[in-house]
């Protein structure tokens, strides 16, 4: 049985975001004084009196929208509304009752969902605003006053929620998924794919450059295991990133890339590989990750039987350092290729999970010593030891030898691709430590 899931829904700018981080405990969806900010579905998880439960923030709903984004914003509410098991409604005690709490009341009236009511932005502490009792008007019960800013209240909205929870509540699972983080430029087609696995408008779709400007998680499971995807807002280029909103996204895009296993790095086919692709892919190669480029919209490309070679061939030579990352070309409109993904992230998860023995690793070294001398500096040469393997994601190695600075980071990486001849490790960086021996 799932974990209960409260959606937090409401019309734009009444404190939803500030309420549901300050549920969670953490910033995770995006506080700005600017309606529309939270524009898709935003998870996490929370316990209250020894109940862990999800909770969901969504974009305001404007019941009389018309443009593109506000529309968008609206079906994504009303899927949370529909997936929920409790909802919480949040209105404003400084505006009052609005014409849009009430048309967004009757419509979760009409969904026949458990319905909580909070008022927010009732600061003081003591004396009740005697305004709130006006809300009584939405004929959804007792409302609570709340305070985002300040957590006043909230303790008293869980109890309500709890309430409405079901009754067995399935105890915590050893979590077995992988976490894969799709990144790339803005519109290069990660919210696409995201919707073309999960079969739903789970993230908003648009040609709007920067669209998702949250990181969004979606578990899903399939023949192959189970994954948790985080479909992360498009990092911009410093000089075009203008303001705060954009700013804060662009570190929680990097923050996606720690917290996941795999990085999909989502390249455009039409527009190639820019200097922009480069520092994308940079930032999951320095973070240690496990990646695959993903060449997108390859549907559209007027191709020969060489065109896939050579666009491989370029991608190569552009991200130099990423040779080890697979290239899958597919088009997340049509489909083509999805489902080869699976087995790519599951490899390369796999691979930069691997460990090597100490006494095969050492095999190997001494087979690339023999072959290739280790470098001299004014006639003193390198030695190295022996090399241990001493963790993983990404596999990382120690070498001791007799002086650290004569190991060049030539030999480094000459040593590292008689490794991965080997044993593999496609897919994945690997790190090497120098010490000198004696050295902890």
Same mark, same amino acid.
Request: net charge neutral; aromatic share 8%.
């Given at each position: 049985?799932?974990?209960?899931?409260?959606?937090?829904?409401?019309?734009?700018? /009444?404190?939803?975001?500030?309420?549901?981080?300050?549920?969670?405990?953490?910033?995770?969806?995006?506080?700005?004084?600017?309606?529309?900010? &939270?524009?898709?579905?935003?998870?996490?998880?929370? #316990?209250?009196?020894?109940?862990?439960?999800?909770?969901?923030? &969504?974009?305001?709903?404007?019941?009389?929208?018309?443009?593109?984004?506000?529309?968008?914003?609206?079906?994504?509410?009303?899927?949370?509304?529909?997936?929920?098991?409790?909802?919480? @409604?949040?209105?404003?005690? %400084?505006? +009052? /009752? =609005?014409?849009?709490?009430?048309?967004?009341?009757?419509?979760?009236?009409?969904?026949?969902?458990?319905?909580?009511?909070?008022?927010?932005?009732?600061?003081?502490?003591?004396?009740?605003?005697? #305004?709130?009792?006006?809300?009584?008007?939405?004929?959804?019960?007792?409302? $609570?006053?709340?305070?985002?800013?300040?957590?006043?209240?909230?303790?008293?909205?869980?109890?309500?929620?709890?309430?409405?929870?079901?009754?067995?509540?399935?105890?915590?699972?050893?979590?077995?998924?992988?976490?894969?983080? $799709?990144?790339?430029?803005?519109?290069?087609?990660?919210?696409?794919? @995201?919707?073309?696995?999960?079969?739903?408008?789970?993230?908003?779709? %648009?040609?709007?450059? +920067?669209?998702?400007?949250?990181?969004?998680?979606?578990?899903?499971?399939?023949?192959?295991?189970?994954?948790?995807?985080?479909? =992360?807002?498009?990092?911009?280029?410093?000089?075009?990133?203008?303001?705060?909103?954009?700013?804060?996204?662009?570190?929680?895009?990097?923050?996606? $890339?720690? !917290?996941?296993?795999?990085?999909?790095?989502?390249?455009?086919?039409?527009? +190639?590989?820019?200097?922009?692709?480069?520092?994308?892919?940079?930032?999951?190669?320095?973070?240690?990750?496990?990646?695959? /480029?993903? $060449?997108?919209?390859?549907?559209?490309?007027?191709?020969?039987?060489?065109?896939?070679?050579?666009?491989?061939?370029?991608?190569?030579?552009?991200?130099?350092?990423?040779?080890?990352?697979?290239?899958?070309?597919? %088009?997340?409109?049509?489909?083509? !290729?999805?489902? !080869?993904?699976?087995?790519?992230?599951?490899? /390369?998860?796999?691979?930069?999970?691997? !460990?090597?023995?100490?006494?095969?690793?050492?095999?190997?070294?001494?087979?690339?010593?023999?072959?290739?001398?280790?470098?001299?500096?004014?006639?003193?040469?390198?030695?190295?030891?022996?090399?241990?393997?001493? +963790?993983?994601?990404?596999?990382?190695?120690?070498?001791?030898?007799?002086?650290?600075?004569?190991?060049?980071?030539?030999?480094?990486?000459?040593?590292?691709?008689?490794?991965?001849?080997?044993?593999?490790?496609?897919?994945?960086?690997?790190?090497?430590?120098?010490?000198?021996?004696?050295?902890?």
């Amino acid at each position: 049985m799932p974990k209960p899931l409260i959606a937090i829904v409401g019309r734009p700018n /009444v404190g939803k975001s500030k309420l549901f981080n300050k549920i969670i405990g953490k910033r995770l969806s995006i506080v700005e004084d600017t309606p529309g900010v &939270t524009r898709d579905r935003i998870y996490g998880s929370a #316990d209250w009196r020894g109940r862990i439960f999800d909770i969901v923030d &969504t974009g305001g709903i404007e019941p009389a929208a018309d443009s593109e984004i506000l529309l968008f914003m609206r079906e994504q509410a009303l899927l949370a509304i529909d997936m929920a098991d409790v909802i919480a @409604l949040v209105c404003d005690i %400084s505006t +009052g /009752v =609005t014409a849009a709490d009430e048309q967004i009341a009757a419509l979760l009236l009409r969904s026949a969902k458990p319905v909580v009511l909070a008022v927010n932005k009732m600061d003081s502490v003591g004396r009740v605003n005697p #305004d709130i009792y006006e809300f009584y008007s939405l004929g959804l019960g007792d409302p $609570i006053a709340v305070s985002a800013e300040h957590g006043h209240g909230t303790g008293d909205l869980l109890d309500a929620c709890l309430a409405h929870f079901p009754k067995e509540i399935a105890e915590n699972e050893e979590n077995d998924s992988v976490s894969v983080a $799709i990144i790339g430029k803005p519109n290069a087609g990660k919210s696409s794919l @995201l919707n073309n696995i999960l079969g739903e408008k789970r993230v908003i779709v %648009s040609d709007v450059a +920067g669209t998702t400007r949250d990181a969004i998680d979606a578990e899903f499971e399939n023949d192959t295991g189970k994954y948790r995807f985080i479909d =992360t807002a498009g990092i911009r280029r410093k000089a075009r990133i203008d303001d705060r909103i954009e700013k804060f996204s662009v570190m929680r895009a990097q923050m996606s $890339i720690e !917290r996941s296993d795999v990085c999909l790095i989502m390249i455009d086919a039409q527009q +190639g590989v820019t200097e922009q692709d480069t520092k994308i892919a940079g930032l999951a190669h320095e973070a240690g990750k496990a990646s695959i /480029v993903v $060449i997108n919209k390859w549907d559209i490309i007027v191709k020969d039987d060489k065109t896939m070679e050579r666009f491989r061939q370029t991608v190569y030579r552009e991200l130099a350092y990423m040779t080890y990352a697979p290239i899958l070309f597919i %088009s997340a409109k049509t489909g083509q !290729r999805v489902e !080869r993904l699976f087995e790519l992230i599951q490899y /390369v998860s796999a691979q930069s999970s691997l !460990r090597v023995t100490t006494g095969m690793l050492n095999s190997v070294l001494a087979d690339a010593v023999a072959r290739v001398q280790p470098p001299t500096d004014k006639g003193r040469r390198l030695k190295i030891y022996y090399m241990t393997q001493i +963790g993983v994601r990404p596999p990382t190695f120690v070498a001791f030898c007799n002086d650290h600075e004569l190991f060049h980071f030539s030999y480094q990486r000459y040593l590292e691709n008689r490794i991965r001849a080997a044993f593999g490790l496609e897919g994945t960086p690997v790190k090497f430590i120098v010490r000198r021996r004696g050295e902890e």
